[in-house]
């Protein structure tokens, strides 16, 4: 059974680009527009969401509040959390990660690397 992932990013470029990378690499994909989308679409996942790759950017709810939210519910306390930012100042890096990100990337990532660190973020 392939890993499910939700790609959450205001940018349609952005979230299709990353849905092809992930779909070739055999990993079925969900996408969510922004943070309130990417909860709604997390909640009612099915199969449950394996990993989340996030922009920091968005309208409605921004990538903090919406990594925040996830990590305050018992559920996804343990769910990978991948940034995908074009915000790579030290700052934002921090405050990802503190917030509860396992990986920080700066946009443009290379594919090659994004896939090697999910699949080791996923065991």
Same mark, same amino acid.
């Given at each position: 059974?392939? /890993?499910?992932?939700?790609? #959450?990013? &205001?940018?349609?470029?952005? !979230?299709?680009?990353?849905?092809?990378?992930?779909? +070739?690499?055999?990993?079925? #994909?969900?996408?969510?527009?922004?943070?309130?989308?990417? =909860?709604? +679409?997390?909640?009612?996942? @099915?199969?449950?969401? @394996? =990993?989340?790759?996030?922009?920091?950017? $968005?309208? /409605? $709810? @921004?990538?903090?509040?919406?990594? +925040?939210?996830? !990590?305050?519910? &018992?559920?996804? /306390?343990? =769910?990978?959390? #991948?940034? =995908?930012?074009?915000?790579?100042?030290? /700052?934002?890096?921090? %405050?990802?990660?503190?917030?509860?990100?396992?990986?920080?990337?700066?946009?443009?990532?290379?594919?090659? %690397? $994004?896939? +090697?660190?999910? !699949?080791?973020?996923?065991?």
């Amino acid at each position: 059974m392939s /890993r499910h992932i939700l790609i #959450v990013d &205001d940018s349609k470029t952005v !979230r299709n680009l990353v849905a092809f990378i992930m779909k +070739k690499e055999g990993f079925s #994909v969900t996408m969510a527009e922004d943070g309130l989308d990417g =909860l709604e +679409k997390l909640y009612a996942a @099915d199969p449950p969401v @394996d =990993l989340i790759i996030s922009d920091v950017n $968005m309208p /409605r $709810m @921004d990538g903090f509040t919406f990594i +925040k939210t996830v !990590r305050e519910q &018992d559920a996804y /306390r343990d =769910l990978p959390i #991948v940034v =995908l930012s074009t915000e790579g100042q030290e /700052r934002d890096i921090q %405050q990802g990660i503190s917030l509860g990100a396992n990986l920080y990337m700066v946009k443009p990532a290379q594919p090659e %690397q $994004m896939v +090697k660190n999910l !699949r080791m973020l996923l065991g």
